[in-house]
Each structure stands twice: as C-alpha cells, then as structure tokens.
C-alpha cells in the first residue's frame, strides 16, 4: 500500500508561483511512476505531467508545458510540481497519483494507469 499526501497549495495571483509537494509512504516510491492530476470546478480530472521512476523522462500536457516542472526526490520519497506563471484557468483541485505503467502518451496521462491517489490540495489562482 502506499500513501500520497499532497501540501503547498493555496491562494496566488495570476502570474505568480507555487510549489506543490507530495510525499509519500513506502519503500518502494522508486518502482512508481508519478503524475500530478487536476479538477477544476465542474470539470473532469485532467493530465498535467508526470515523471518516470527514476526521473529520466517526464511528461506535460500542452497546458501546462514550458510553466510546469515536475521532478522527485526519490531519497526523501517526495515529488514536487513547481508551478511558474499561474493562469486562472489552473484553478482546480491537484492531486498526486502513483502508478507502475509507462509508455504511450495515452498510457501516461490515463487516469487507470495509477493505482494510488493523493487527497487533493486547492489550487486557487486570482486574476
């Protein structure tokens, strides 16, 4: 079992930054994949980006692509997203997933292809 816990979250203004981290429990973060999803107020959960497990490769949706950073510190068994930039569209709830599939844009950006999901943090950006 593993356990995601997702902090950094909060109030920003357009153009401004925010780092969201996502720590999790386990001894095996290396053998997971991570991606952070979001949700928007009446809207389905969306692919931001991902990263591989041991953090060579990394994946963005065009959103987010060139303002977004994800990256991991698989000593501390954390993923961070670092968020530059901030549109108000990115309002949304973000949450932080793990998962032991990687391949094909579609198999990375899929929700079914993570088996473990954080609880959320709330992302609010003001315009």
């Known amino acids: 079992q593993v356990q995601l816990v997702e902090s950094g979250g909060g109030l920003v203004q357009a153009g401004g930054s925010l780092r969201l981290s996502c720590a999790t429990s386990?001894?095996?973060?290396?053998?997971?994949?991570m991606a952070w999803f979001r949700q928007g107020p009446g809207k389905e959960r969306e692919f931001v980006t991902a990263?591989?497990?041991?953090?060579?490769?990394?994946y963005y949706a065009d959103s987010v692509k060139g303002r977004f950073t994800i990256s991991r510190d698989n000593a501390k068994n954390t993923v961070y997203l670092q968020m530059n930039s901030l549109k108000p569209e990115d309002t949304a709830v973000y949450y932080c997933?793990?998962?032991?599939?990687?391949?094909?844009?579609?198999?990375?950006?899929?929700?079914?292809?993570?088996?473990?999901w954080g609880q959320g943090t709330q992302v609010t950006v003001s315009s």
């Open positions: 997933a793990a998962g032991r599939l990687w391949g094909m844009p579609e198999v990375v950006a899929g929700t079914r292809s993570y088996d473990y």
């Open positions: 386990g001894r095996t973060f290396t053998s997971y994949a």
């Open positions: 990263i591989k497990w041991s953090g060579e490769y990394t």
